[in-house]
């Protein structure tokens, strides 16, 4: 499972490779609800997208953007302030007594102080940093779909809610980022030869078992080791990632746009590294047809799937 990617998140990189639009409302409409307090995940890379804007509906977004990081500074602020005093009282305690209470809460109040500033600094730094456009499930991210006719970037949640199911059903099936080939036809029907979307990667994570990473089997009374791994591919260059999406309703709530990776068996050097799925990476040639399904002809889209893009995957520890 593709618990975690290295994506494109500026969608000026989807317009210039395809000619597609940003549907503007969209994207608004995501950073307004954050602003208005929503608890929705964006890279930071695609809030910087914003940060030269080119027209009136750029700037209004990048005014939604602004309101939530002000917001947001004014928290951390707090939370520093909160941190630093229950900071002072447990050293004001240690000094006369050691206490298992008050090690926890200086120990509890450091590590928190050290993450504010740490958040602080991300809000405040220009810099681009590799972790800016990384995701993981519930975070929000660019994908390309076809529009009355036309290519259109979304922002969507990287775990996908089907339209007609509850709210639950993210708690309840939390591996919905990923949608297996072998289920397409299945638990994924209702979105598979209907809504397709691509999502551009560069780099993808997956946890593994250092014993499978290593190729041996577990000594006796050994504890195996969960490791993550950065797969890149030998290219160097994009993926073009098969995804289903789905827009969610539902009455006094706001509309959900949610996507999913399709994945499949891995090749040889990702089974070798020890993990035991792989995204599909479809041949640019193949886009226009996946991005325009025919449900009636579903064997076009399995072919699509089948006749993927092969890249060798380097893989290394993720820092």
Known sequence: MCYSAQIQADYRRYVKMFGAQMHVREFARLFW?????????????MEDAFLD?????????????????????????????????????AER?????????????????????????????????????????????????????VENGEYVVKPMRYQCRIAGKPANYDTRFPGVYNARKDSLGGFWRPLFGYTHGI??????????????MEG??????????NVVLEFKPDSD??????????????????DLLSFAAVTDEPPADVAAAGHDRCIVPVKPENVEAWLNPNSSNLDVLYAILDDRDRFYYEHRLAA
């Open 237 to 254: 260059g994009d993926m073009l990632v098969a995804c289903l999406w789905s827009r969610w309703r539902a009455k006094d709530q706001p």
């Open 53 to 89: 804007s080119q027209n009136d509906d750029e700037r209004q977004i990048k005014a939604f953007i602004d309101r939530n990081n002000a917001q947001q500074a004014t928290n951390l602020e707090q939370e520093l302030f909160r941190q630093r005093t229950r900071l002072a009282d």
């Open 93 to 145: 305690t240690l000094q006369s007594k050691v206490t298992k209470a008050a090690t926890d809460s200086k120990r509890i109040a450091t590590d928190k102080i050290d993450a504010a500033l740490r958040r602080l600094e991300d809000l405040k730094r220009a810099e681009a940093q590799p972790r800016d456009s990384r995701i993981f499930p519930g975070h929000y991210a660019p994908v390309l779909v």
């Open 33 to 45: 609800e954050r602003a208005e307090g929503s608890k929705a995940k964006i890279p930071k890379a």
């Open 199 to 212: 999502m551009i990667v560069n780099r993808f994570y997956e946890n593994v078992s250092r014993a499978r």
């Open 216 to 225: 041996r089997a577990l000594a006796a009374g050994e504890q195996d080791e």
